[in-house]
């Protein structure tokens, strides 16, 4: 099978693997073999009479493209347009001809190649404008270089405006039930260059546990949410110039702008939150990624917040209910190669770097358009705009050990860099500090999972009252690691088992750390904690169902105790809900 690829890739158009046959020669001394490959050659008709001849390297003659097939019909199409070397033949021209060209990976004169072809479809695909993709070859005639090959490239356009609604049930640990819904329009071909433009408006009426029933009355809060998102997608790089061959269409470049408003009311406070972003992407190769956020900007304030609830909350839960101005660029790298079965132990890795602020402080130096604070920090809009360094590195092996059954590994670290403009007052000083956003947190679904978030750490802290089966606290940090290990097999059908074990914690830096909260490099295996379960997985190939079931093991908050091993010293509640 590998061999007849390699050969649809090198021009021969057709070959399949029944063309190849092996001899066994067994007759030679000890335990050898002589081995030969056959390559059958074709058969063709010639008259009334069958001959045979050796496959040849085929080339592509003419590519053409209809951009606005309907099945129902069969009629001629009435116009055409050549662009570059290719033929465009349609009734209506709805595009721009380079958005569909972008997207063809071989054009005339060129050798044929099936993986060319298979590109050209993800790529279409990727375009999410077209009901209907058709890529054919017929036979052309024989050149001075041989056999030539006609493409034609048919596309059904999905219908230009769309109206989506969207309305969601949800429930929690509160009796009552909450409604999120949402309302969007769709035009996917704004601007005639496959440009997609998305409005959405979304509304929601929830109920959570009360933060403090003292203050609300109740033990469940209401909140109302209510928000709206504009996007803008474009099938290539917008830049003030010409981008037509800037980049190997196999890095299908892309560009996404976003603007977003929402606002949050609770009993304790409300939250607007405004924010834009710019982002650029392409693809090096099928297994590696690149994106850049040139701009992302968010801007979030909090006001008629409680102030009896804010008395009750502690120093680093403060930091979740402030106004805060954050501006940064970002860059992601990322390699995976779990979606190509050429890789029989799969790698993947993502890595992020997010500088904030730098410009931002730049502008305020030069224009002054900010005010100073109390703590000698700037502000913009009565804002203080924070300046740090967020790096993360995800990285994971797979090793698959059979049918179904894998090994799977996880290294996940991250650490947050405050500087110059994100300073607090503090009772010695001052300290610099991340927006709260911004945190690591342990914890979750996708982390380790016999806590639920923000209930680990920061370092030794203890923050789970084990008699009462509470937690006690809420915890963040701006350094963070997590390791984890889980092994997964069949069970039946679509079902499939899984056992793991994670552990990690977080820690303070930039004056706000503690004894307990501090990272010292000689007490760092010994501050983890560890949580251990298992869990069902129902693998449907497009998307995964996952229920795992927590517990935790070792708790470094009860170091100082001698009782950090909580699964044989405490009643360790069971965590189920993690999905």
């Known amino acids: 099978s590998r061999l ?120 279409l695909v990727g375009y999410k404008a077209f009901r209907l993709t058709q890529i054919n070859f017929e036979t052309g005639p024989n050149d001075s270089a041989g056999p030539t090959l006609n493409a034609y490239v048919n596309l059904t356009p999905l219908d230009k405006r769309t109206l989506i609604l969207e309305p969601e049930l949800t429930f929690n640990s509160t009796p009552k039930p909450g409604l999120n819904g949402s309302i969007g329009w769709i035009n996917r071909n704004v601007f005639g260059g496959g440009e997609a433009l998305e409005i959405r408006i979304n509304a929601g009426l929830q109920f959570y546990p009360s933060a403090d029933s003292a203050v609300t009355g109740t033990d469940a809060t209401r909140t109302v949410e209510l928000g709206g998102e504009t996007s803008l997608d474009f099938p290539r790089w917008i830049l003030p110039f010409n981008t037509l061959g800037l980049f190997p269409k196999r890095m299908q470049p892309k560009s996404r702008a976003t603007i977003y408003y ?80 050429k890789w029989k132990h799969p790698r993947y890795l993502k890595a992020v770097a997010e500088p904030a602020g730098f410009f931002l402080g730049k502008i305020d130096d030069w224009t002054r358009i900010g005010e100073t604070l109390n703590n000698g920090s700037r502000s913009i809009f009565d804002v203080q705009y924070f300046q740090y360094l967020k790096l993360e590195v995800d990285g994971r092996y797979q090793w698959n050990l059979g049918k179904k059954r894998a090994w799977v590994n996880r290294v996940y670290s991250g650490y947050i860099y405050p500087y110059g403009n994100s300073k607090i007052a503090t009772d010695t000083g001052f300290a610099r500090i991340p927006p ?31 008699s009462e089966g509470q937690s006690l606290g809420f915890a963040t940090g701006t350094f963070k690691i997590l390791v984890s290990s889980e092994y997964r097999f069949p069970m039946f059908s679509l079902l499939q088992g899984a056992v793991f074990i ?60 001698g009782d950090e091993w909580v699964i044989l010293t405490r009643n360790v509640p069971i965590h189920s809900d993690r999905f």
Do not use: C
């Not at 190849?20 to 073999?33: A, E, H, K, Q, Y």
């Not at 979750?444 to 084990?466: C, E, I, K, Q, V």
């Not at 949580?531 to 517990?551: A, K």
């Open 4 to 123: 007849a690829q390699f050969f649809r890739n090198e021009g021969f158009y057709g070959f399949s693997k029944n063309f190849i046959t092996f001899s066994v020669d067994t007759l030679l001394p000890g335990n050898l073999v002589n081995i030969k490959m056959i390559v059958a050659q074709r058969q063709v008709d010639v008259g009334d009479t069958v001959a045979y001849r050796d496959h040849q390297i085929y080339r592509i003659n003419n590519v053409y493209i209809r951009p606005d097939l309907d099945i129902r019909q069969s009629d001629t199409p009435e116009d055409t347009l050549k662009f570059l070397s290719y033929q465009y033949v349609y009734d209506t021209m709805q595009y721009e001809p380079r958005y569909v060209t972008d997207a063809i990976h071989f054009k005339s004169n060129t050798k044929y190649d099936e993986q060319d072809v298979k590109d050209t479809y993800n790529h």
């Open 436 to 466: 709260f956003s911004k945190y690591f947190y342990m914890g979750g679904s996708n982390d380790l999972r016999a806590w639920t978030p923000y209930r680990l750490g920061a370092g030794t802290t203890p923050n789970t009252n084990y």
């Open 262 to 341: 929402n606002f949050l009311e609770r009993v304790e406070f409300d939250r607007n939150t405004f924010g834009g972003k710019l982002s650029y992407s392409i693809r090096e190769s099928r297994r590696k990624s690149h994106s850049f956020d040139v701009v992302d900007i968010t801007y979030s304030r909090v006001s008629n917040i409680n102030d009896q609830f804010l008395l009750a909350l502690s120093d680093i839960q403060r930091r979740a209910f402030t106004s805060e101005f954050i501006s940064t660029v970002r860059y992601t790298y990322i390699i995976n190669e779990q979606l190509d079965s």
């Open 502 to 561: 994670d552990a990690g914690n977080v820690w303070y830096s930039g004056g706000l750390e503690t004894e307990k909260t501090d990272i010292k490099a000689e007490d760092l295996l010994n501050e983890f904690a560890v949580g251990s379960g298992f869990g069902l997985r129902m693998d449907f190939d497009f998307f995964v169902i996952r229920f795992d079931v927590g517990v935790k093991i070792r708790d470094p908050g009860l170091l100082s105790e």
